[in-house]
């Protein structure tokens, strides 16, 4: 999936499947021959690759990110869509030069990256992370950006003394009738991790994830009760449909689809935090302007700013929210307000964890 400028990166597997290997390999050969072109017309130029996303979300980081950099540095920057571990790890075993130099990875593709050797360690003598978080800094590679997965609702349905407040209240089908659209894809958002609030379990417990009380927890909500989506459009279309009445979605969807004309009410606390990594691949013949683009997308706060004002994405730069109006920053992961009441992904754990958990998840969605 490609996402919007409101949404988040698509959860992805953090091991590379035959069939992922095998589009990404026609990606590949695409990009490549694509490279070659574009090499032929500006073999003057410095240039590396960006593998992210396509749509809006790529356009904004092309705008607030990559042409200023271009301008500043004289570097050009290639930005690609269908960012993946399987791409990341198509450029190390090609044996072609990579393509795409820097990839957009999830939390747990970013584990794994480094234990298959995937990326390499940041030079911090040459990335700027003074302005990072040590929690969204990690050796191969920085959190660019950061989402918040809430629990959302149609509020033209629902009187403001009315709405549900916790995950228990979202699992409570006689107060709060209806459908419920959750995410499928366990790794992108927090299904698992919602199902164990709503049973009592605190924040700070979460993990390792207890992941057959998750499972009864959502087998107390109902199969019947849930509609499973997997794009980050559909939670948002059910509601404004009616054909859910709550759904766990990304905020900056919510506010994404209010600017057009939406309803839609949400609550930040006992949300959960992930975000993207930006790593280098370790066939890169560029690393060292790799680690220039990444360390201006992480410290330039004011291109950040620009960027987090376009897309009500959060950002770890913690300079950024002195320059976003209150309205903005209230909601957002990093946000003063919300701390000790949202929850950051343990990424480790969902990489160590992730092909098992799945497994008993389909499983239990089987019946």
């Given at each position: 999936m490609?996402?919007?400028?409101?949404?988040?990166?698509?959860?992805?597997s953090a091991r590379l499947s035959r069939r992922e290997f095998v589009r990404a390999s026609s990606l590949m050969a695409f990009a490549f021959a694509e490279a070659g072109l574009?090499?032929?017309?500006?073999?003057?130029?410095?240039?590396?690759?960006?593998?992210?996303f396509?749509?809006?979300?790529?356009?904004?980081?092309?705008?607030?990110?990559?042409?200023?950099?271009?301008?500043?540095t004289g570097i050009k920057v290639l930005l690609g869509s269908n960012a993946s571990l399987a791409l990341a790890k198509l450029q190390v075993v090609s044996g072609q030069r990579a393509q795409w130099d820097i990839v957009e990875l999830t939390g747990a593709e970013y584990e794994t990256?480094?234990?298959?050797?995937?990326?390499?360690?940041l030079d911090?003598?040459?990335?700027?992370?003074?302005?990072?978080?040590?929690?969204y800094k990690g050796s191969h590679g920085v959190k660019f950006v950061l989402y918040l997965n809430v629990m959302a609702w149609d509020a033209s349905k629902l009187s403001h003394a009315g709405i549900p407040k916790t995950w228990a209240d979202f699992w409570d089908t006689t107060r709060f009738p209806g459908k419920r659209s959750m995410y499928s894809r366990l790794q992108g958002g927090g299904t698992l991790e919602f199902a164990l609030l709503a049973d009592g379990v605190a924040p700070a417990n979460l993990y390792p994830l207890?992941?057959?009380?998750?499972?009864?927890?959502?087998?107390?909500?109902?199969?019947?009760?849930?509609?499973?989506?997997?794009?980050?459009?559909?939670?948002?279309?059910?509601?404004v449909?009616?054909?859910?009445?709550?759904?766990t979605t990304f905020n900056g969807r919510v506010l994404a689809a209010n600017r057009e004309g939406a309803q839609l009410g949400y609550t930040p606390e006992n949300g959960c935090v992930s975000g993207d990594y930006l790593s280098v691949v370790r066939s890169s013949e560029n690393k060292r302007e790799a680690f220039d683009l990444i360390s201006y997308i992480i410290s330039n706060a004011s291109?950040?700013?620009?960027?987090?004002?376009a897309t009500s994405y959060g950002v770890p730069n913690i300079h950024v929210p002195a320059m976003l109006p209150a309205s903005l920053t209230a909601d957002l992961p990093t946000s003063e307000a919300l701390k000790g009441k949202v929850f950051l992904k343990d990424d480790k754990w969902w990489a160590d964890n992730l092909q098992t958990t799945l497994a008993r998840f389909k499983q239990w969605q089987l019946g």
């Open positions: 490609t996402p919007p400028i409101s949404g988040t990166a698509p959860a992805r574009a090499k032929s017309v500006r073999a003057g130029e410095k240039e590396i690759g960006l593998a992210s396509g749509g809006s979300f790529g356009e904004s980081i092309q705008k607030f990110y990559l042409d200023p950099f271009e301008k500043q990256a480094i234990r298959e050797k995937i990326t390499v360690p911090y003598s040459v990335v700027d992370a003074s302005a990072i978080p040590p929690e207890d992941v057959d009380r998750a499972l009864k927890s959502l087998e107390r909500l109902g199969r019947s009760n849930i509609i499973w989506h997997e794009t980050n459009a559909e939670p948002i279309q059910q509601l449909s009616g054909q859910a009445s709550l759904a291109a950040a700013a620009e960027w987090v004002k």
